[in-house]
């Protein structure tokens, strides 16, 4: 098996209070690998602990216990540090730059040459949509074209590994498509990419796995398909009924009535333990059936159920 592009072994993180008279455990035996060419996301309420783990992998904190290794190397590591991009969650930039003055700086800060710097500092405005603000102060900016400065940025030294603290933060829906497009570009590209998120929707269009940590600890980690609970939660059967079906329902279903074509359609909705193909067959005998879909848990139930499970831990 190819050596990992982030290994996380054990990790916890303990911090103390002002007065240093009571300590937090921020994170707790946190262990999980990011695989080489994959997208990994990392979920979790607030307060959960991402932030603690990915400033860990940066090495801008030390952990209690545990190792961390980012490209083959132990953190800290200046060599590996080299080769990968990073976009935390509250960029702060010097807000008197202007954006293409923002990547000089950042390529100066890799050791770029100048023409390099300039090729790839354009390459990077056009890429993340901030053509017509590139010479613009950055105080004039908007949070949204400011989380794309901060993502040029993390990409300037073309890095083999990108870690993005809630890269999606600030977005608006056509500039979360532009982020999720970039990182499947990056994939196709050969790199890796570790990020954490609180848009659901986005892991599990995107992500080949992902881990879940809530409060302090890694629930699961795994396939997105495999995160997600397989069973089923329920159906959603839409007739255009001839006759009455309310006879033929078991007392546990709802109904909604709406309107189409002059005709009324009824969206019933059907526990996990009702026997679908038999009460289809019967409503077949009053009503036509215009759909049936079954439901199954969302990347999102699986978050809130095991927020819930934590909140009451």
């Known amino acids: 098996m190819a050596e990992p592009v982030v290994s996380v072994e054990r990790l916890s993180k303990t911090f103390r209070t002002a007065m240093g008279l009571k300590t937090v455990r921020a994170v707790r035996d946190v262990s999980f690998e990011v695989a080489r060419g994959e997208i990994f996301g990392f979920v979790g309420p607030n307060g959960a602990g991402k932030t603690t783990t990915i400033r860990t992998l940066i090495g801008l904190i030390k952990p209690t216990t545990g190792r961390c290794t980012v490209l083959g190397a132990p953190v800290p590591s200046p060599a590996a540090r080299a080769r990968l991009g990073f976009l935390p969650e509250s960029p702060y930039f010097y807000e008197y730059l202007t954006v293409r003055e923002l990547l000089d700086l950042t390529g100066r800060l890799f050791g770029l040459d100048r023409a390099l710097r300039r090729r790839r500092g354009g390459e990077l405005i056009e890429r993340v949509g901030l053509g017509e603000a590139a010479d613009r102060p950055l105080r004039k900016l908007s949070k949204g074209m400011l989380q794309r400065a901060g993502l040029a940025q993390a990409l300037m030294n073309d890095p083999e590994l990108v870690i993005l603290d809630e890269p999606m933060s600030g977005l608006d829906p056509i500039g979360r498509k532009q982020v999720r497009d970039l990182i499947i570009e990056l994939q196709e590209a050969g790199k890796t990419v570790f990020f954490s998120t609180h848009i659901l929707t986005d892991v599990e269009a995107i992500c080949d796995r992902v881990a879940i940590i809530v409060a302090g600890k890694v629930d699961e980690v795994g396939p997105v398909a495999h995160v997600l609970d397989s069973s089923l939660t329920g159906t959603e059967v839409v007739v255009r009924p001839r006759a009455p079906i309310e006879p033929l329902l078991p007392a546990t279903a709802t109904l909604r009535h709406s309107g189409r074509d002059g005709e009324d359609e009824i ?16 409503l077949s ?12 848990e969302s990347l999102e139930d699986v978050f809130l159920r095991k927020a819930a499970k934590g909140d009451a831990a």
């Not at 526990?271 to 019967?282: H, Q, R």
């Open 267 to 282: 969206t019933i909705t059907l526990g996990a333990d009702v026997d679908v193909t038999a009460l289809l067959v019967s």
């Open 285 to 296: 005998q009053v009503a036509r059936v215009v759909s049936v879909v079954p439901r199954r």
